[in-house]
Structures are given as structure tokens and as C-alpha cells.
């Protein structure tokens, strides 16, 4: 089965839209890793884009971007991605993203209803990965 997932380790932050009712983190250049049936090797691309969460609820304050992203996990319920997030990405129930974000050494929770992964433009290849 083909798939493609998103690498959030070194994901940097650009913007962040923070609203009552949700929260938006933009991004430029996001690794993203696609494999395909039947083929020897995996491809590596970057592509922009953003992660909305809807009813946020926050550990901590985010950052003044631009930031990093160290290392992140997606709960979601049923689920834990770990530096990974399949794509498409649209979850609802209680979501948890964790950020351990580059500099710090508690992740940072962000807690909601639905979590969702947007990607825009078009992707740009990398390389061939081993």
C-alpha cells in the first residue's frame, strides 16, 4: 500500500495563529517521506503547510516563532505517531499533540477536539532514500 508521512523532527515553525477556538501552526518546508508499492527505495520530498488544532488547550505558552520542533507524538486515541504523522491527517475525539520543542526539556501539550494537517502547493523532491 502506498502511503506518505510527515517527519515533524526539525519541523520549524513560522507562525502561529492562536485563537480561542483553535490553534495554527504554519510551516515552509516539512520532510515528507513517501513509499510506494512494489518499489526498492523511499522518496523524500518538502512541501508547506500548517496543523490546525480546534479547542486547544495549552501545558504552556508557545514560543515566539520561528521555533523548532524537536520531536512530537500524536495521540489520538487509539494511536500514538511517534515523529511521524500519516497523511491525510483529520483526527477527532481527544487529541494530544506533544512538542518537545528545540531548547527545552518538557514537551509542550496541546490538547483538543480534532487535530488536522493541511499541506499546500506542490511538493518538492529530496532524494531517493536506502
Not at 515533524?8 to 507562525?15: D, E, M, S, T
Not at 516539512?30 to 518499489?39: G, H, L, S, Y
Not at 523511499?42 to 500548517?50: E, K
Not at 511517534?82 to 499533540?97: A, C, F, K, T, Y
Request: no cysteine; charged share 25%.
Amino acid at each position: 500500500m502506498s502511503y506518505r508521512i510527515l517527519d515533524p523532527r526539525n519541523l520549524r515553525i513560522n507562525q502561529v495563529d492562536l485563537a480561542a477556538r483553535q490553534v495554527v501552526l504554519h510551516f515552509q518546508e516539512a520532510n515528507i517521506e513517501k513509499i510506494m508499492d512494489n518499489a526498492d527505495q523511499r522518496t523524500l520530498w518538502t512541501q508547506a503547510g500548517f496543523i490546525e488544532v480546534w479547542t486547544p488547550r495549552l501545558s504552556a505558552d508557545l514560543p515566539i516563532p520561528p521555533f523548532l520542533i524537536a520531536h512530537a507524538e500524536v495521540e489520538d486515541g487509539l494511536y500514538t505517531q511517534r515523529n511521524m504523522m500519516r497523511i491525510p491527517l483529520d483526527v477527532s475525539g481527544e487529541i494530544v499533540l506533544s512538542l518537545w520543542l528545540e531548547g527545552q526539556d518538557e514537551p509542550l501539550r496541546l490538547e483538543g477536539s480534532r487535530m488536522r494537517l493541511h499541506l499546500e502547493g506542490n511538493p518538492s523532491y529530496v532524494r531517493h532514500v536506502d
